[in-house]
């Protein structure tokens, strides 16, 4: 395992993005997610690359399943609480 990949089961992952929104994600939503590097290089994606939906479907289906990803969980933490700051900020803005 190379420095920095860590497994993880699948619905650690699920749960995490379903803290995020607010809501348990579709498919569509938690590729996403997965997907969105925020300030980080393509090679920070959370599997390694980008995801499809259709992969982001299978992963929702299987919770138990441990998978290797490449960030840290101090970083998949520092991840979320960014990403939830953010969108505070915005709901903020647009007011009531």
Do not use: Y
Request: proline share 6%.
């Amino acid at each position: 395992m190379a420095s920095g990949e860590r497994k993880v089961m699948l619905g650690f992952l699920v749960r995490w993005c379903e803290a995020a929104l607010g809501h348990r994600p579709t498919a569509e939503e938690f590729a996403a997610w997965a997907n969105d590097t925020g300030e980080r290089s393509n090679e920070s994606r959370l599997f390694g690359r980008p995801i499809t939906v259709e992969e982001a479907s299978t992963i929702i289906g299987n919770p138990g399943r441990p998978v290797t990803v490449n960030l840290e969980p101090a970083e998949l933490l520092r991840k979320w609480v960014r990403k939830r700051r953010a969108d505070r900020s915005q709901d903020k803005l647009a007011g009531p």
